[in-house]
């Protein structure tokens, strides 16, 4: 059962949401660019084991933080359900005559679209600080992706929006999933560099996937072949978004 | 035809009971009011018929249909104006009832029509491009209750609708509800726990404590209960003659004197004052006061429960800390 004027009314509210809240837009980049420019600059001349030399770091850099960006957003955007229930309103969307599904998937619509936008604007200014893609053609497959990365962690977003009750639990999955999901995943280093123990936990990190198979396309340079990467997060964002919907359904709204 | 129906409908939230086997129905067209403290169970209740939480046990049934398993046709049949504010306060008043018609399903012009409408029922019009964020608490009330109405609803349930606003804003909302529910011919069902707005709206009430109904029935009828009206006489003299004339007349129910106080309890009491006083005075007792009380919700509520609601919702006050103490303890 799928109500696609709900999807649709769902996506357009967090479209006017997002554009209506310019600290938020701020903020949201202004996390990712920092990394981007001091890492990016800093550590420019440095020779980074693992790295073939053809390859600089900005280059090596620019797939990870745009990975580092959708992993924020989509995560925010999946949590942003406790936003609403802090605020009332999810009542109003709960007692609607709407198939859970398609709550879900209207979520989902808006997360995928304002977390789309930030990694866009983020590529955009790394074109202005030397980036370079291979080819422009190899845009359509990055932003194959860069949805499948931002579908992922709205997945997760869910999960944990519908296990929490309010805001409290916020920084704990902050400082024990988010960041050691951005820094398992390899978004600032290479793996290789890696001990075993944590190469093997990398492994289970969807991200790590993602920002390869980002690298994969933009600077042709990858631990897996791209495919292999596709693969892994197709199945890592359908099952993400499975379990989002089903602990999504089973929460009490209120 | 019954708009609500509900049997032995139970929540239990980790062992606190907050509704207790209660039963009622409401046939369509009623304005039915739930009339208790805080925590007593009524936005539980409310809750529960919205199908926003599931009942631990017992059944609901809501326009034919029921709570458990008819879930979908249930949301379709009702609006809800919650308790707390359910707005998207990022949008402005028209876009959040633009986004309702749409999770309802309206087409374009259907929901056009119709916000124009429910807009100028509530007189919100010229604000409607304003963010619900710059809106006062009294604009924020009226625009939920206009947007609950958007879908035509059969049965309206209305939790706490005044709660927090001023004397003439809850005078104008008094006046939708009455119009809503007689004009419109809508079901409504509503929370309150103020004495003066059950009795003045509702048709009938449910008396609600400690999530169990203790009575239910028309205000008139309630506070008949108490035996009718105290009519209270200030008098000079002798008052051995009166008290012996007015103990011969069968419609007084009783009578206590308290210094040269003189307390009676009858029923339509302002019919009966003259003939008190005529009484009086061929007794050669002087009268210097008369005193007219009606009871009120109030007593009924007393006499039921044995507390004041204001007593009532001190103690929950403190139960419910003690209750969030021990959740706080076990969860964080």
């Known amino acids: ?254 | 035809m019954d708009a609500i129906k509900v049997e032995n409908l139970t929540k239990n939230f980790d062992g606190v009971i907050a509704v207790d086997h209660i039963s009622f129905s409401i046939p369509v067209g009623e304005l039915f009011g739930l009339l208790g403290p805080n925590g007593a169970g009524k936005t539980t209740t409310i809750n529960m018929l919205a199908t926003l939480i599931k009942p631990t046990s017992g059944s609901g049934e809501v326009a034919g249909y029921d709570v458990k398993q008819d879930r979908d046709h249930v949301r379709r049949s009702i609006g809800v104006v919650f308790q707390e504010p359910a707005l998207d306060t990022k949008l402005n008043g028209r876009e959040n009832l633009e986004f309702h018609a749409m999770m309802y399903g309206m087409g374009r012009e259907e929901r056009r029509e119709r916000i124009d409408e429910v807009l100028q029922l509530v007189e919100l019009t010229e604000k409607e491009k304003v963010l619900v964020e710059n809106y006062s608490g009294g604009m924020k009330r009226r625009l939920e209750i206009a947007r609950g109405l958007i879908h035509k609803p059969q049965v309206l349930f209305l939790d706490e609708p005044t709660l927090g606003l001023d004397a003439q804003t809850r005078r104008h909302i008094w006046d939708y509800i009455k119009k809503l529910n007689k004009e419109g011919g809508v079901t409504i069902i509503l929370t309150s726990h103020y004495m003066e707005e059950a009795d003045f709206l509702c048709d009938r009430i449910g008396i609600m404590d400690n999530g169990k109904i203790v009575a239910m029935d028309s205000p008139e009828k309630l506070k008949n209960i108490l035996g009718g009206d105290v009519v209270s006489i200030e008098i000079d003299g002798d008052t051995n003659d009166l008290k012996r004339d007015l103990d011969t007349r069968d419609w007084i129910k009783t009578m206590t004197q308290h210094e040269n106080c003189l307390s009676l309890t009858l029923e339509s009491g302002e019919r009966r004052i003259p003939e008190i006083i005529l009484a009086a005075q061929e007794k050669g007792v002087v009268v210097a006061c008369v005193h007219l009380r009606k009871p009120s919700l109030e007593d009924v509520f007393l006499h039921y429960t044995g507390r004041t609601i204001r007593e009532q919702e001190a103690s929950q006050a403190e139960k419910n800390i003690n209750f969030m103490h021990s959740r706080m303890g076990r969860r964080r």
């Open chain 1, 1 to 254: 059962m799928i109500h696609r004027a709900a999807i649709y009314v769902l996506w357009l509210r967090e479209m006017k949401r997002f554009v209506r809240s310019k600290s938020r837009i701020i903020g949201a980049l202004a996390f990712p660019l920092f990394f981007l420019a001091f890492l990016g600059l800093g550590f420019r001349r440095m020779v980074i084991p693992g790295l073939s030399e053809d390859i600089n770091y900005i280059s090596f850099l620019v797939p990870g933080i745009l990975g580092m960006s959708l992993l924020f957003s989509s995560t925010f955007g999946g949590l942003s359900v406790l936003w609403d229930r802090e605020f009332g309103f999810l009542k109003e969307i709960m007692v609607a005559p709407v198939s859970r599904v398609s709550i879900v998937l209207g979520r989902i619509a808006g997360g995928i679209t304002t977390a789309l936008i930030q990694g866009l604007f983020i590529l955009a200014i790394s074109f202005l600080i030397g980036f370079r893609l291979s080819s422009l053609l190899v845009l359509p497959l990055a932003l194959i992706f860069m949805v499948l990365i931002s579908v992922t962690f709205l997945g997760l977003g869910l999960i944990f929006a519908s296990k929490m009750r309010d805001m409290q639990g916020f920084s704990i999955v902050m400082n024990f999933v988010i960041f050691p999901l951005f820094f398992l995943s390899g978004a600032l280093y290479p793996l290789e560099n890696f001990p075993v123990w944590l190469r093997v936990l990398s492994s289970i990190d969807p991200l790590t996937y993602g920002i390869d198979g980002l690298r994969g396309i933009m600077i042709g340079q990858s631990s897996y072949p791209v495919v292999f990467n596709l693969g892994i997060m197709v199945a890592f964002s359908l099952i993400m978004i499975f379990l989002g919907a089903y602990f999504f359904e089973k929460s009490e709204s209120v």
